[in-house]
Structure formats: C-alpha cells, structure tokens
C-alpha cells in the first residue's frame, strides 16, 4: 500500500496536466467593406459638405491593402510611435482589394483576417497597393469622379490618388530625417474601436466619401470657371482641393469598424 | 583430457592471421590448450549500497555460472558480506560478460568464484591484495577507471587461483595480459567446467583493487544514476540525447546540427540550458554570461561513446549543485569501455559522413581513453549542411594507495547552417516546403577548447578532492526568427525600408575555475556518519556582440548589445550525511553563493529624444551624445553583487526489501543575464524552491534487475525567463509553478536491457495560472536493447547481434495564445551484429519517416509571404528530421573480440 499511495497521489496531482490554456486563443473571421449605409448600389451619392457644395459622386473606388486591429490606442501627447509596433496587433487582414464606396453592400475581402481573441482598441486602414514601407507604389488608392455645385456655379471633377513620392514630406528637423515616413502617410489611425475578434461573426468596415471631400473647395481648381467644365483633381500635395482631400482620405473619421 | 600441441606451421599461420586480424596475442595464446577457463569481456562495477560507506571493509564473495554464451547463468553467494552488499554485487555481476570457459575449443558452462571487496570509507586497497597479478592489476586499474558513479570496488582477475588471462576489454584489465597459457590452463583445470559443473570455491581467487571516484550521495528518488550499457545501441546522434534516460526531459532543436539543444525539463523550458547545470566529469559547460542565453550549454563537443554514465538530478536538492541548477543538473561522466583502437566509419542520409576513432590502452582502466570525431552532413533539407570535429582525450593514474589523478583535454570546432523557423500558414498555401527555410543567412559557428584535472585521495578517515579546469568558448549565431517585423523607421534614422531581422551574435569567453571537497566519516552508534564540505569557485570573461544585419548583403545596420563582462561565482557548501538508524538517512546542508558583476556596456546610450541638429547621430547604434549634442561616452560599467543561500534537505527511509521512501526539499539559483546588470542594485537572480517525495525499488528479479520510481514533485521559480523571439535572447518574466508526476523504470537481464519513463506536469504563471508555454505537460519515453549471440558460430566465433529501439511520445504542448502543438511520436531503431572485431550496424531515425514538427512557436513575424506586414502571433514550426539511415562499419585493433 505504501507502494501504491506515492504513484496514486502523483498519478491524481497531474492528471489535470493536459488541460488548461495559455491564454486567448486564435481567431480567424471575414472583413467586409461598404460604403454609406445610406447609399444606393448603382446609383450615384449625393451629399452636402461644410463647404458650402453639393456633391455628386458618380463613381468612388477605394482600394484598401490591408486591415488592422490595434490591441492599444494612442495617448494624446505621447511620443511619436513608428508606423507599425509589433505586439501590439490583434489581427490583421493583409489582402487588398478594390471598394465600390459608393454601395452600401457588403464587399468581402478575398482572404479571411487572423488574429488573436484580444481586445482591440483602435483599428487600422491601410491604403497602400505595395508593401507599405516602398518607396514607390503607383496603385489607385483612390478613384473618383463627380460633380460639385455651389449656387449657380458648377464643375464636374475627376481624380485619381496614389500615395507615393508624391506624398512624401521633407523632414523639417535634419537630426530627425525619419520623422515623416512614407507609410504613415498611408496607414489610417488611430480609428476609435472597441471590440474583441472571434471566430464567429465578421468586421466590416465602411468608408464614408462625404467626409474625403466635405472642406475640398472645388473653386479652387485649376481651371475652374464654375461653367461645368471638367477638372482633374492633381495627384500630389499641392493646391487646398488636392491636400484637403488627401488629408480627408487619411481622416479616421471617414472610417468605421463595426462587428457583427 | 589429452593436450595436443598446435603443429608449428598452423600456430604461425594462426599468429599472423590474428595479427591482421587485431586478435589480442592472448587469445591465441589460450588456443595451445584444450582447456581454458572464463575471461572477462565487460564488467559492471559494483556500487556501494544507499548509506554512508562501511567503517570497515566488507567482502561479498559470489559463485557464479557462466554459460556457453558467456552470459551469467546463477549467481549464488558464498560468503556474505551483509544483504545489502552481497545484493550491490549480484547487482553488478549479472551484467558481466565473458568469453566463455572453454573445452578443445568449445564453449562450457563454468562456475567461477567472484569476490567483492568493499573497502572502507569509500577508497582504498583491500587487505590480502598483494599477489603479483594484482598489483600488476591495480596498478593499472588504479586510475579511476570506474569513471562511472562507482567509488571503489574489487574485481576479480580471475575465477581461480591461478592467474586467468585477464578482462582486456574491462577497465581492470591491466597486466593480467601478460599471463601465460601455462597458467591459464592451470585456472581452467581448476574450474572443472560442465558437464560437472562445479565450484572452485576453496581455491583462494586474486583480486585486483580498482581505486575509483567517490559518488555523491544519492538524494532519493530524483537523483538518477544512469549507466549507459546496453541502451547505447538505441540510435542517438549526439550526447544530449542521452539525457533522455532521465524521465521529462525532451529535446529539440530549432537552430540546427551545430547548435545546442533546447531542453525541457519537469516543466521546464531551460532553453540551451539556462536552468539545468551541466558538467562533464564536474567541469561546468553553461556558459554564464553568454549574450544568446546566461547559462548556455552546448554539449556537441562530447563524443556519446565516451560517455560512461549520466548522473541527473532533478531538482535542487544536493548541496554541490551551483548555478542554473533550477530544473536540476546533469553530469556525464566519461570513460571508455572498450579497450584497443578502434575506428568507426559512418555514411548515413543526405551525406552524411562520420569518422570516429576511439582508442584506450588494455592496461588502463576506462578513465584512459582518447577519441576523435569528424562530422560531415548535407542536411535533410534547405540550408541544414554542418560539420564538426571534436577530440577528447583523458588519462587518469593513481596517486599512492588511496588516490587518483585525472588529466582531460578536449577540443571542438563546428560549423552549420540552419534552417530556423517557417511560418505555418507559408508551409500550407505552398509558399515553402516542410524542410525549407525563410533565410539561407542563418547558421554559426562554435568552438569549444578546454583542459581540466583532479586530483582525489584518501587521507586518514578525510576524502579530499580537488579540480581545476580552463575553458575556452567562442560561438557565432546568425538567426532571423522575425523576418522583416523589427526594423522600424525611426525620427533619427535615414528613411528606410525593412531590412531584416538577422541577428549576428558573438559570444567569446574565458572560464577558470576550481572546485574542491573534503568528506569527513566517523561513526556513532555504529553507523556511519559523513560531513562534507567544499567549494566552487569559477570566472568568467568574456564579450558579446548582437548586431542586425541587413537581409539582402548581411552588412550589418545596427547593433543591439555591444557588452564586456567579468563574472564571478564562489560557492560553498557543508552537506551532512546522518544515519540515526539502519533504516532512516537525512542528507543536506548549505549553500551559499556569491555572484559578482563587472559589465562594461558598449553601447550605453542607443536613442537621444532631442538630437543636435549640426551633428545628428543619423543610423549610429551607439551614440556618443546627449539632448541637443552634449557628449557622453557611449560605454558605461556597471557592477554589482548578491549572495544567495540555499539551503536543501532529504531524508530517505530504508531500504526495506529494496523499496526506499524518500523527500527532499532545496532551493536553487540562477544567475541573471549580464545585460540586466544596474549599477549597486542588488543581483536580480532567480530563486527556485523545490520540493518531492516518492518512492524507490531496486532490486533483483531472479537474474535480472529491476529500478522503478514514482515520484511527485513541485517547484516555484520567483523570476522565470522566457525567450523573447524579437529581442533574439531571454527575458524577464513573473513566477511561476510547476507541479508533476513521473514513473521510471529500468529493468536489465543477460540479454536485455529495457528503460521507460512517464512524466506529467502543469506549469502555470502565479499571477494568471495560465500555462506556460511551450513545456510539453507530457513526456513518455522509451529505451530497449535486446542483445544475444547468434546460433551459428562463423569460425568457432559467437556472432552477437543486437537490437536497440528509442521511442518518443509527447502530447500536445501549449502555446501562446491558448494553441496546443501537435503530439510528437518517433520511432528510432538500431541493429548491429558483431564477430570478433568487426562490427557493422545500421540505424534508423525516425523509422515511421513522420513528418512533424519538432519544434512549434506562436509570435509575431513577416517573413513577406503575404501583400502587407503580417504582424499578429501565428503558428511557426521547426521540421523534425525526416527518416534517416545509417550504416557503420567498425574494427577494433588489440582489444578484446
């Protein structure tokens, strides 16, 4: 007996070895894109800006590269992070494709996001076509075309945005000639979310265009007579119609994240 | 029983047909008669019984039957030296092997008279051991031959009075060679052999005293003393897999041929080693101080022929156990049993080759030995090529008539490629093969030079041991376990892309140390007591480098740690040996242990939040600069020191008919990694606490031997380590608890040899009770070899064959992230037949050709399989070797057939 109550003991201690986790576990889920919920499929958008027009998009393509769910939302007045920080992504979703944001239909991606059933707090659009730190990357990020009136006055406008060279910044501070990389031009953050990632239900994420061209003042065009001419909005930093409306394309506001 | 002398001609044709051969002279020398008695081919040594050694000499004297397969048949005592001793013996004896007593050449049963002699205190010559064979003998045998765990035992030279040529391929072999044919056929006369089998008990044997190594107490049921015999045939490539004989403890190996093992033990995952203490014959092999991991043990340099024995002890309960000795120790002993020169040649899969020469002089014991190895391997799949050499020399010698000295050398220089890890969901959409590789940089180097000696002697009732030793170790590691994540643009950097996460790790080190005992014995109430007390004491200096390399050119970019370190550990220890009883022994004492710092950090300052604007630090590493341009130097030293005493305790209750009750608690300690070193601030090293009890049996089952053990066990780690995948080394983590189980045994007979072990354990964090990840809560091994002599019998010559099996079952272990890995199975299997001499086997790892993963990691990487970063934990595996096939050709040259 003596023999048996060490073994059984140990035997009866361990049984509960092989159970027990580490810890959250690993998820794999949907992401789907949309436009407005109140926009109409093949139909074109329109919507009133604080600027003072009103705007009619015919057609808005917004390719997004990739998806992500930031475990940690920055502390207003914290350092400058860089533009990614390992360990601290809940998931990720790293296929691209091509968005009718003009639909409110569910638009999936091709591949399914992974990540980790974390509670993530800030969410991530990556408006890149290459990988995000190139230097290079010529892919339409955005799309559009569609006109604008103002009292009597009114243009039809067109543009494509590609976030390249073009959009680099130079440094200011030459001790800090990193300071403004070209993939923080691309990554939209910090979008204000709450939620955890499972296997069971789905993300979608809708852009809304009202908010890219709501202080573009299309008067400002080159070329614009208000005579319904046609006009090309440039793809570079330049003029308050191009910058207002890169600036607004990387708006965390033009973007909501929503699980269900 | 007529004699008929060999014509002339036949002789000389036979001389030098043995002289191509490598047949031992004596050998033919015994073919001039028709009668020969049994000579001894293997020996095991006898150990002292559990307890402090006897206050006074103790002979056990046995008859043993030696069949015609030169196995033991009966064992029968005849004259005692008390139970426990005439069973240590018996215990020893039915592993002998023997050439087999002959009659006009053919095998005959015999029954020959075996004395042991236990010798007081531990060491020293037996009183009537004078006769010229043995001291010719002992003079030879006299070097610790035993290697092993034995103290000191006596071993017969022959069965009779009369000299009998003697073991040459024992340890004790010595000068017994030199014994005539004339005398041999006196002895085989006197045996009598079968059909009349009968006893030469009144004949007064010679005996041949083999002064060897004091063995440590052993601290009950977690202490394994592990002979290697017979288990050597099961398929191992290098000496760490011999740890396996002890139960949880599973290998793996992310970091390829050349590169240390990861060990897991108990719940354990001591990394290369960070929390097990290993030693080679007690010269330490953890690196302190070594930047990929405080503790690092690479134990490629040791050639598994040469190991002798492996003594682990699971826990931190023996007061000799210093540093990292968390999870427990390791030491292997070396010695080598075959005498003569020998020469392996081994071709396995994928270009393997291996050279192997082994050599000992018949007329020293097996502490005598040299070795030399070169490895060569294409690998089993991308970037996996490697080659090593290694050579290993030790002589030991007698010191007087109760001592013994030992001199080692040892050198090793390896050079491998390595593989790493590959992302799961890579492997599945086809991206890489199971064998491939994300980055053909990794791979290393290492070197490993080193010299020791000791000295151990028997002064009055006072054992005195002293050794010093000198290690040199410098080791490259290219590793990229991140792909493309780390290399993030920073405000003071040039705008960059990724680079690449490559790693170009130096380590360079110089170890001087020193370890010395004094065991003391007196007797109270009859039963011997023991106090010993001793010492440890090493340094260490050395340098480390950890820089980034750039994927595409391997030109480095950034340098992570730049560190010089001089290390210090002095430890001390008094360890009581009390036996108030027959039945009832408390083992312990104290351990104290000081560590000392001195770093000289490099690259002290590695950011400035406001850079000068004239002389911007740009992409430097280590920066010479403070806020708006003030300089600094860009070393700082650091030093600091703590003592740590550990205090550890057993106490074991019997044997009764052969079953021991034992626990044991202690405390241990890990030194901490040079780069955590503040200046002053106390030595922040990890403390374990460790306590078990379980239960022994040891003993014979008619002529076979029986070990089990059931023991259950718990350990607290205050600071545990985990290896950090982005930082490339370990780190810091909070407590953790470890709790388990294990079942061993080992049961060995004339023609077996089985071992297997079961391990449990539940390994948690104390502020989550999450598990730990990685340790696998479920080892099941298995060690066979099946050994027996054919029935045909080319040239009168026995053919034995032999047949070894490793088995290797491990359950799903956890990982981050609430992820189990998948359950490990491999099957290993070796055969070999050996005539005379020559020997051939073929082996087989992973005979069941499974394709799995050895290793399996859930972290962040972006190795740029997919559009965009890939920057969430997903699953990564190293692949374990695919089916593999070796054939060895070997001879041995004036040693034993």
Request: charged residues 20%; proline residues 7%; contains cysteine.
């Amino acid at each position: 007996m003596r023999r048996l109550a060490p073994v059984a003991l140990a035997l009866i201690a361990t049984t509960s070895s092989c159970v027990g986790s580490t810890g959250s576990e690993v998820v794999d889920f949907p992401v789907f894109a949309a436009g407005p919920v109140d926009s109409v499929a093949g139909s074109p958008y329109e919507f009133d800006t604080s600027a003072g027009y009103h705007v009619r998009l015919d057609r808005a393509v917004l390719h997004i590269g990739g998806v992500y769910l930031n475990r940690s939302r920055p502390v207003q007045g914290a350092q400058d992070t860089p533009c990614v920080l390992p360990g601290v992504y809940a998931a990720e979703l790293t296929s691209g494709m091509d968005v009718d944001v003009l639909s409110p239909a569910l638009q999936r991606f091709p591949a399914p996001a992974n990540g980790t059933a974390d509670r993530a707090l800030a969410g991530e659009v990556w408006l890149t076509g290459g990988r995000v730190d190139a230097t290079e990357d010529s892919t339409p990020i955005l799309q559009f075309e569609g006109a604008a009136s103002r009292e009597s006055l009114s243009w039809r406008f067109e543009g494509v945005i590609t976030i390249g060279t073009n959009r680099q910044i130079t440094p200011s501070d030459p001790a800090t000639p990193g300071a403004n990389p070209l993939c923080k031009s691309r990554i939209v953050t910090p979008i204000p979310i709450d939620l955890t990632p499972r296997d069971s239900g789905a993300l979608v994420v809708r852009a809304d265009p009202r908010v890219w061209f709501d202080l573009v003042d299309f008067d400002q065009l080159e070329g614009a007579q208000g005579q319904g001419e046609l006009l090309v909005v440039p793809d570079e930093l330049e003029g308050q119609p191009a910058t207002t409306l890169f600036q607004s394309l990387r708006s965390v506001s033009a973007y909501d994240f929503v699980w269900q | 029983m007529p004699l008929t002398p060999p014509r002339p001609l036949s002789r000389l044709a036979a001389l030098l047909l043995a002289a191509a051969l490598g047949i031992p002279a004596v050998a033919l020398a015994q073919g001039e008669e028709s009668l020969s008695a049994p000579v001894v081919l293997s020996r095991v040594d006898a150990h002292y019984p559990e307890g402090p050694p006897p206050a006074r000499d103790v002979l056990s004297v046995l008859l043993v039957t030696v069949g015609v397969d030169g196995s033991v048949e009966e064992v029968a005592t005849a004259e005692s030296g008390g139970k426990e001793y005439d069973r240590a013996a018996r215990e020893a004896v039915i592993q002998w092997r023997f050439r087999p007593a002959q009659r006009d050449g053919q095998p005959v049963r015999a029954r020959i008279r075996i004395p042991f002699t236990f010798p007081a205190g531990g060491v020293g010559t037996a009183p009537g051991a004078a006769s010229s064979a043995t001291v010719s003998a002992s003079s030879s045998a006299a070097a610790p031959s035993s290697g092993s765990a034995s103290a000191s035992v006596l071993v017969p030279a022959s069965a009779s009075s009369a000299p009998i040529p003697a073991p040459s391929g024992s340890s004790s072999s010595g000068g017994m060679q030199s014994a005539t044919a004339g005398q041999a056929a006196a002895a085989a006369k006197a045996l009598q052999p079968d059909p009349a089998v009968r006893a030469a008990e009144t004949q007064a044997p010679q005996q041949v005293v083999i002064v060897g190594r004091s063995r440590p107490p052993s601290r009950g049921a977690s202490d394994f003393q592990i002979e290697l015999g017979k288990l050597r045939e099961v398929p191992r490539k290098n000496a760490a897999e011999m740890l396996q004989l002890a139960p949880g403890i599973l290998l793996t190996n992310e970091g390829g041929e050349g590169h240390a093992h990861q060990v897991f033990l108990r719940g354990f995952d001591a990394r290369e080693g960070q929390d097990i203490e290993f030693t080679v014959g007690g010269v330490p092999i953890n690196e302190a101080g070594n930047l990929h991991g405080n503790g690092h043990a690479d134990t490629h340099f040791i050639i598994p022929e040469v190991v002798h024995s492996l003594r682990v002890v699971e826990g931190p309960f023996d007061p000799r156990q210093g540093n990292f000795a968390v999870a427990g120790s390791a030491d292997y002993e070396l010695g080598l049993d075959r005498r003569g020169t020998t020469v392996k040649y081994t071709r396995g899969s994928y270009g393997t080759d291996r050279i192997l020469l082994l050599w000992g002089p018949r007329s020293q014991g097996r502490g005598t030995f040299g070795a030399a190895e070169l490895f060569d391997t294409a690998g089993f799949g991308q970037n996996r090529d490697a080659r090593r050499g290694s050579a290993m020399g030790q002589y030991e010698g007698k010191l007087g008539d109760k001592g013994a000295w030992r001199l080692t050398g040892q050198g090793y220089s390896a050079s491998y490629h390595s593989a790493g890890v590959l992302r799961e969901d890579a492997y599945r959409r086809g991206l890489v093969g199971f064998y491939d590789t994300h980055d053909f940089r990794q791979g290393g180097d290492a070197s490993r030079f080193s010299i020791a000696g000791d000295l151990e002697q028997t002064v009055d009732d006072m054992r005195i041991r002293q050794q010093v030793y000198v290690i040199r170790n410098a080791m490259r590691m290219r590793k990229n376990y991140t792909g493309f994540l780390l290399d993030v643009q920073e405000p003071l950097q040039n705008p960059h892309a990724q680079r690449g996460d490559g790693i170009d790790l130096q380590v360079d080190s110089w170890t001087l140390g020193a370890r010395g005992s004094s065991r003391s014995r007196t007797v109270i109430g009859g039963l011997p007591q023991e106090l010993e007390v001793g010492y440890s004491a090493r340094g260490d200096y050395g340098s480390g480098t950890q820089l980034r390399v750039q994927s595409s050119n391997a030109v480095p970019y950034g340098r992570d740690t730049d560190v010089e370190y001089s290390l210090g550990d002095i430890g001390l220890y008094g360890d009581l040996n009390v036996r108030p009883l027959s039945w009832l022994t408390f083992r312990g004492g104290l351990r104290g242990d000081l560590f000392t710092y001195n770093v000289l950090d490099r690259c002290a300052q590695d950011s400035v939040r406001q850079p000068s604007r004239t002389d911007p630090p740009g992409d430097a590493s280590c920066l010479d600069q403070q806020d708006f341009g003030r300089y600094r130097d860009p070393t700082q030293r650091a030093s600091t020191s703590q003592a740590a005493l550990l205090p550890r305790a057993s106490v074991i209750v019997g044997p009764f008919h052969g079953m021991s009750l034992s626990s044991s608690w202690g405390e241990g300690v890990r030194s901490i990694d040079p780069v955590y070193i503040s200046q002053d601030l106390g030595t922040p090293f990890a403390r374990v606490r460790a306590w078990e009890s379980g239960v022994t049996f040891g003993g014979g089952l008619g002529n076979t031997h029986l070990v089990s053990r059931a023991v259950f066990f718990r350990t607290h780690v205050e600071r545990d380590l985990v290896f950090s995948e982005t930082a490339g080394r370990n780190t810091l983590a909070d407590g953790t608890t470890r709790t388990g189980g294990l079942l061993s045994g080992r049961w060995s007979g004339s023609w077996f040899d089985q071992n297997a072990n079961v391990t449990m354990v539940r390994s948690t964090f104390d502020d989550t009770n999450l598990l730990v990840p990685y340790v696998p809560d479920l080892v099941v091994r298995y060690d066979g070899s099946v050994y027996h002599d054919l029935p045909w019998r080319p040239a009168g010559r026995a053919v034995r064959a032999t047949v070894g099996t490793g088995v290797t079952w491990v359950g799903h272990r956890p990982l981050p992230y609430g992820q189990r890995s998948d359950a490990l199975f491999t099957v290993d299997l070796s055969g070999s037949l050996a005539w005379r001499n020559y020997e051939v086997g073929v082996a087989a790892t992973n005979l069941l050709n499974r394709r799995y993963r050895l290793g399996e990691f859930n972290y962040a990487s972006d190795f740029q399989t997919e559009a965009q970063p890939t920057l969430v934990p997903v699953r990564h595996f190293t692949a374990g070797p695919p089916r593999m096939l070796f054939l060895t050709l070997g001879v041995n040259f004036g040693g034993s057939e």
